[in-house]
């Protein structure tokens, strides 16, 4: 007995070290696929690539900007080797290091196919000549293996057309066919019994179509009338096919409408005659359209005890927190949402600008206990600037100059007549600087607005504290272009909130 155990023992060791052995040797041939299938993706990125820098170089030249004399004594661009290098570094410009590798190993052999081969016609296809012929890591599309052997069915349709060969253009793989959705066998030449029907047939082509939707497994041609049995929420009647059922119905009918329903859906009932809704607070079934026959409420629902059913639950008084600060609660049937404050409020209780718990800056309570827009060019300390007005905005003002006046530095400085810049004149400096403080006050009258902050008198004129200066030596000082007055002419002192 023991030895026999003994026996059982190594036999079942051997089984599983041939078990491992096998499993490794898949995984080793797997990896070396694999090796194989990188080398030759490595090389078609790589010429891939080449063939693109020689497009890309086509109206290209040395770049001296001479290009007559740089021909006449370096030879045509088209084939030399100012090209091939401007072609190379970006062969493998963002490419992987096994590209940088292969080009590094390749260069004499790509030297030799641009001078000797290409520029005199001879071999035009770079991927056919390295990857192929000389590298022998890809073969052809349609062939396979180390002896680039034709896919089934031939290298023009493997696979009848309907799959892939495995280890196509490549010096790997099994030459099996991958079939399409819809078709199968070795060849990929034959339908698919499930969901799909032979349309066309014949000794060289199969098409296999995908039945209508609504068929479950089989079909007999296109259109659910075709269908041999039916999905959920479809029913196969005689002489018609897969009919589409009502939303009521729980999977199947004896035709359409909610009257030819076999079975009510959840959350339906039957009033004798068809297929109704439960009433909107019901999670399950119901015995009428009313809350009170719901075997369970609805979330956002609450039976209460005195038999009134299913009653909605008011999330909004049960968490005045339940929204953002701009934004106030509002309870709906079942659930609550959570629209904007209006634009006057911090924070709110409803829609308008009377449910503010307070007013954004800029805006004020009134009379009706509504936030409405502050006039702040009411107040005394806007604007004090000399030749500055104030302008009100909504929930803000702005401080501009008045006319006749351009801003300058932040300041509101007199405009000269005539507008744009002129060429100094030296005689024009003596000329203002003997402007008396009488003459530039009616000046400023003839304007046609006061100036607000500034008495018009001589004693004030002459004393303006700084903020406001009569040129002495320049005369272009008060001076500014129409440009000038657009770009610098207002000032803003007060913005919005973020809204």
């Not at 062939?143 to 490549?170: D, F, I, V």
């Not at 479950?216 to 041999?228: F, K, L, N, W």
């Not at 409420?297 to 927190?321: F, H, I, L, T, Y």
């Not at 005539?418 to 009258?445: H, M, R």
């Amino acid at each position: 007995m023991a030895g026999s155990t003994r026996e059982q023992c190594t036999v079942e060791s051997l089984l599983r070290v041939l078990d491992f052995l096998v499993l490794l040797a898949v995984c080793l041939s797997a990896n070396f696929d694999a090796i194989e299938s990188s080398k030759c993706d490595t090389c078609k990125e790589l010429t891939r690539r080449f063939n693109e820098g020689i497009e890309n170089t086509a109206n290209s030249n040395f770049g001296g900007g001479n290009t007559h004399w740089e021909e006449r004594k370096l030879g045509s661009f088209t084939f030399s080797e100012t090209r091939l290098i401007e072609i190379l570094e970006h062969s493998c410009e963002d490419g992987s290091k096994e590209c940088h590798h292969m080009l590094e190993e390749n260069e004499e052999v790509l030297e030799h196919w641009w001078f000797s081969l290409f520029a005199k016609g001879k071999e035009t296809d770079l991927n056919k000549y390295l990857c192929q012929n000389l590298l022998k890591v890809c073969c052809p599309e349609g062939t396979y293996g180390p002896e680039c052997t034709e896919c089934p069915t031939g290298k023009t349709r493997p696979c009848s057309g309907n799959g892939l060969c495995q280890g196509s253009g490549t010096r790997e793989g099994s030459g099996t066919c991958a079939c399409h959705p819809g078709y199968l066998g070795e060849l990929c030449s034959e339908c698919s019994t499930s969901r799909y029907f032979e349309e066309v047939k014949n000794e060289t082509h199969v098409i296999c179509t995908a039945c209508h939707f609504s068929c479950e497994t089989t079909c007999r041609g296109a259109g659910p009338s075709m269908c041999d049995d039916c999905i959920y929420g479809w029913s196969l009647i005689e002489g018609s096919g897969c009919i589409e059922c009502d939303v009521a119905c729980n999977g199947s009918c004896t035709g359409t409408g909610a009257e030819n329903c076999i079975e009510c859906k959840q959350k339906y009932f039957h009033d004798g005659t068809a297929c109704k809704a439960c009433h909107v607070s019901c999670a399950t079934n119901c015995t009428d359209d009313s809350s009170k026959s719901c075997d369970e409420c609805a979330a956002g629902w609450s039976r209460v005890e005195d038999e009134s059913g299913c009653q909605d639950v008011d999330e909004c008084s049960e968490d005045s927190n339940k929204c953002a600060s701009d934004s106030y609660c509002l309870n709906n049937e079942g659930s609550f949402s959570c629209p904007k404050c209006d634009r006057t409020c911090r924070g709110c209780d409803g829609p308008s600008n009377r449910d503010c718990k307070e007013c954004r800056t800029g805006y004020a309570k009134n009379e009706e206990n509504e936030c409405h827009d502050v006039d702040e060019c009411h107040a005394s300390d806007v604007c004090t600037g000399v030749g500055e007005r104030c302008v009100n905005n909504i929930g803000s003002y702005r401080c501009e100059c008045q006319k006749g006046f351009v801003r300058k530095s932040g300041k509101c400085e007199v405009k000269r007549k005539g507008g744009g810049k002129k060429k100094s004149d030296p005689n024009e400096e003596t000329k203002l600087s003997e402007i008396s403080p009488e003459s530039l006050a009616d000046e400023i009258k003839k304007m046609g607005e006061p100036v607000q902050g500034v008495k018009i008198d001589d004693e004030e004129m002459v004393s303006m504290g700084g903020n406001f200066e009569i040129p002495k030596q320049n005369p272009s000082n008060v001076e500014a272009t129409d440009a000038e007055e657009m770009t610098d002419s207002t000032r803003n002192t007060k913005g919005h909130d973020d809204l």
